[in-house]
């Protein structure tokens, strides 16, 4: 079965760079998206960014020209760079991936990523 396994998340004061990372495990998985969602604590969950097969890539207004998505397609994995951090970008990050051809979600369990001087 699917897992997805993320790591990077901690706390950096308002203007650093955390990198996050989600691996993809289940044999002969293919996935026609993945990317990163968050939820901070009273808000629903949000999307961050997201990465096709093709590429195609789609950021949250609130992080375009800070954040960068970006996918190592041969290993299932996806990555967040995250620049210039806020204290409003606190909040448990998840990744997400769509598995395919038969489509199915699947979540990561959060990792917690705290902007705080």
């Known amino acids: 079965q699917v897992q997805l396994v993320e790591s990077g998340g901690g706390l950096v004061p308002p203007g650093g760079s955390l990198r996050l990372s989600c691996a993809a495990s289940?044999?002969?998985?293919?996935?026609?998206?993945m990317g990163w969602y968050r939820q901070a604590p009273g808000n629903q969950r949000e999307l961050v960014a997201t990465i096709t097969l093709g590429a195609i890539i789609n950021y949250a207004d609130s992080v375009k020209g800070r954040f960068t998505i970006s996918k190592d397609g041969a290993k299932n994995t996806v990555y967040l760079q995250m620049n210039s951090l806020k204290p409003e970008d606190t909040a448990v990050y998840f990744c997400?991936?769509?598995?395919?051809?038969?489509?199915?979600?699947?979540w990561g369990q959060g990792t917690q990523v705290t902007v705080s001087s």
């Open positions: 997400y991936a769509r598995r395919v051809p038969v489509p199915r979600d699947y």
């Open positions: 289940g044999t002969g998985s293919r996935f026609s998206v």
